[in-house]
């Protein structure tokens, strides 16, 4: 037998995160955290061997982060998660859309940094800090809403690679994020 697996249930832990958007602490949640780490992979096929993989090519990484908010989204808040959003403070706080033209680049020009850290862990403490580096909202903002339930605002989020960040870790970092 090759190797031997040993159980440690202590190893096992229940996140509950606090989630961080370019700075702005975005306070309650709903229903946790999902993060997508899809990796695209090309198999490499010859005649001779019909459909037999004879080796595979990485054709990238796409990276997506999906929560839901439910505390009421003042002072800018709602304008982190939902793209195009633009905090206006004429006659008090509000959000306003629409204004960017139909192929304008201005992912990287808006993309903010997702920092999440476990409810249960110490500031200080990285060791299980997920940082998404540069991150833009995508897709249609859900809010949900009723007269029996609170209000929740759900988002997803596309992380882009910040070439300034070591090889390996240019989207999405994992562990003592803050330090690299």
Do not use: C
């Not at 006659?91 to 808006?110: H, P, Q, R, S, V």
């Amino acid at each position: 037998m090759p190797g031997t697996i040993t159980v440690d249930a202590t190893k096992i832990r229940l996140d509950n995160y606090r989630v961080n958007v370019g700075g702005t602490d975005m306070g309650l949640t709903e229903g946790g955290v999902e993060i997508a780490i899809q990796q695209k992979i090309v198999e490499i096929t010859g005649d001779a061997y019909g459909i037999t993989p004879l080796n595979t090519k990485n054709a990238g990484v796409r990276v997506t982060v999906k929560f839901a908010v439910k505390e009421t989204l003042y002072n800018g808040k709602l304008s982190k998660i939902w793209h195009e959003g633009t905090l206006r403070s004429t006659g008090g706080d509000a959000i306003g859309f629409g204004g960017k033209l139909a192929g304008e680049l201005d992912g990287l020009t808006n993309a903010v940094a997702i920092i999440l850290h476990p409810l249960d862990q110490a500031d200080a403490t990285l060791t299980f800090d997920i940082n998404v580096w540069k991150a833009i909202p995508i897709g249609d903002p859900v809010i949900k809403a009723g007269p029996d339930k609170e209000t929740i605002y759900e988002v997803t989020f596309l992380a882009l690679r910040d070439s300034t960040k070591t090889a390996g870790k240019q989207l999405i970092d994992v562990g003592l994020a803050a330090a690299t």
